[in-house]
């Protein structure tokens, strides 16, 4: 045995944590959606597979005490053997501005993407669009993730990252929205930024102030013409001849249909990942995994 590693040996078993944040899966792989299992099996494809295996253990005993995503990085303190919790620090680069108005311009003008993110879910095509733009989801390489610890294990990650890393993917299994927050939109700006993009794409005409004729500073206001929507942009286009020189047309979409057809499948526990987690002072985590249960129990 080394210097190094028998020293690190000496500091013994990890102490133990009163209401740590506890992995929910008890055995066995960890993440259940698609884009937590495809966050861990781009970390196993960077050779890290039997390091990460290291804090399991870990994460479903508790030890990781806080865990924070904000947009390009996450912070975590994870409970060793020494009294004082380990500070963790997980950088991954946040898209800019200009790369995020991009990718919501194509979500936007995709009705499919659309209607799953505002139900609170993440398609899988959603990884296909966001490389297509350029702005990958997942790191590509492991020089694209800062991994700090201020143990003194030197081994890269060492078993508190790696147990902030299993951590991680549940959050992402939790509320799906978090992996886009880490990249740098958070759920409230990205779905109201939806919202205004769909509205003025299909032509909904803004509200006119109304304006008394008695007010003393009264002006007129021109009747503004919204451009025809849905079925009306359609029939827009037919002309006033005859009806048989454009049968060929009349059944056409009025706005184009995606490749395939859109799945809505959620599970019970979609209100659940809408909300959020409740703040510590409810229950925090345990209580939405108790929620959580109890209505994939009255939906079964």
């Given at each position: 045995?080394?210097?190094?590693?028998?020293?690190?040996?000496?500091?013994?078993?990890?102490?133990?944590?009163?209401?740590?944040?506890?992995?929910?899966?008890?055995?066995?792989?960890?993440?259940?959606?698609?884009?937590?299992?495809?966050?861990?099996?781009?970390?196993?494809?960077?050779?890290?597979g039997?390091?990460?295996?290291?804090?399991?253990?870990?994460?479903?005993?508790?030890?990781?005490?806080?865990?924070?995503?904000?947009?390009?990085?996450?912070?975590?303190?994870?409970?060793?053997?020494?009294?004082?919790?380990?500070d963790?620090?997980?950088?991954?680069a946040?898209?800019?501005?200009?790369?995020?108005?991009?990718?919501?311009?194509?979500?936007?003008?995709?009705?499919?993407?659309?209607?799953r993110?505002?139900?609170?879910?993440?398609p899988s095509?959603?990884e296909?669009?966001f490389?297509?733009?350029?702005?990958?989801l997942?790191?590509?390489?492991?020089?694209?993730?800062?991994?700090?610890?201020?143990?003194?294990?030197?081994?890269?990650?060492?078993?508190?990252?790696?147990?902030?890393?299993?951590?991680l993917?549940?959050?992402?299994?939790?509320?799906?929205?978090?992996?886009?927050h880490?990249?740098?939109?958070?759920?409230t700006e990205?779905l109201?930024?939806?919202?205004?993009?769909?509205?003025?794409?299909?032509?909904?005409p803004?509200?006119i102030?109304?304006?008394?004729?008695?007010?003393?500073?009264?002006?007129?206001?021109?009747?503004?013409?919204?451009?025809?929507?849905?079925?009306?942009?359609a029939?827009?286009?037919?002309?006033?001849?005859?009806?048989?020189?454009?049968?060929?047309?009349?059944?056409?979409?009025?706005?184009?249909?995606?490749?395939?057809?859109?799945?809505?499948?959620?599970?019970?526990?979609?209100?659940?990942?809408?909300?959020?987690?409740?703040?510590?002072?409810?229950?925090?985590?345990?209580l939405?995994?108790?929620?959580?249960?109890?209505?994939r129990?009255?939906?079964?």
């Amino acid at each position: 045995m080394s210097e190094s590693s028998s020293r690190f040996a000496d500091y013994g078993r990890p102490r133990r944590v009163e209401g740590g944040l506890r992995a929910r899966s008890t055995r066995g792989a960890i993440g259940q959606s698609w884009w937590s299992r495809r966050f861990l099996e781009v970390l196993e494809s960077f050779a890290l597979g039997t390091r990460l295996t290291r804090g399991r253990s870990y994460a479903r005993a508790g030890q990781v005490v806080r865990l924070e995503i904000a947009p390009g990085v996450v912070r975590a303190a994870v409970q060793g053997s020494r009294p004082r919790p380990y500070d963790v620090h997980i950088g991954l680069a946040a898209f800019p501005a200009e790369l995020w108005d991009r990718v919501e311009g194509e979500l936007a003008a995709q009705a499919f993407f659309s209607a799953r993110l505002l139900a609170g879910d993440l398609p899988s095509e959603l990884e296909e669009l966001f490389t297509t733009v350029g702005a990958p989801l997942f790191p590509a390489g492991i020089d694209e993730l800062e991994q700090r610890c201020n143990c003194p294990d030197f081994a890269v990650p060492c078993k508190h990252l790696a147990a902030t890393f299993y951590l991680l993917a549940e959050a992402f299994d939790a509320d799906p929205f978090e992996l886009l927050h880490w990249r740098g939109r958070g759920r409230t700006e990205l779905l109201d930024r939806l919202r205004a993009l769909r509205a003025s794409t299909t032509g909904a005409p803004a509200p006119i102030p109304s304006v008394a004729n008695d007010a003393p500073d009264a002006v007129d206001v021109e009747p503004v013409d919204a451009p025809p929507a849905g079925a009306a942009r359609a029939l827009a286009t037919l002309p006033l001849s005859p009806l048989a020189e454009a049968v060929d047309r009349f059944w056409s979409p009025p706005v184009p249909l995606p490749d395939r057809p859109p799945t809505l499948a959620t599970g019970p526990d979609l209100l659940l990942r809408q909300l959020g987690p409740p703040a510590p002072a409810i229950g925090g985590p345990g209580l939405l995994e108790r929620l959580r249960r109890a209505y994939r129990a009255f939906g079964g």
